[in-house]
Structures are given as C-alpha cells and as structure tokens.
C-alpha cells in the first residue's frame, strides 16, 4: 500500500509542478499558433510525466 501511496504522490507533485511552469512560463514564450504547436502543447505534459516516472 506505502508503494502505490508514494507513486501517486510523486505523479501529484509532478502534474503540479509541470502545470505551475506551464502557467507561469508560458505567457512568456512567444510561441506562433499553429496546429503543430498544439499538438504538442497537448501532448507534451503526458510524455514529460511518463519519462519523469520511468
């Protein structure tokens, strides 16, 4: 039970930690709108966290 306690507060910080850099450094970033580029705003928080986690 303690191992998936600590795998769920690891993937819990990890979301929250990701999600803070995306609304706080984002608005920096002049980033063009296109579909590429949504694509991977999209897809780019669930791949950082899968590597994070191993």
Same mark, same amino acid.
């Given at each position: 039970m303690n191992t998936n306690t600590g795998f769920i507060l690891k993937v819990?910080?990890?979301s929250i930690a990701l999600s803070l850099t995306i609304k706080y =450094?984002? @608005?920096i970033l002049s980033i @063009? @709108?296109?579909n !590429?580029? =949504?694509l991977i =705003?999209? %897809?780019s928080p669930s791949i950082i966290i899968a =590597? %994070? !986690?191993g």
């Open positions: 819990f910080l990890m =450094a984002g @608005p @063009p @709108p296109t !590429l580029n =949504a =705003a999209v %897809l =590597a %994070l !986690l």
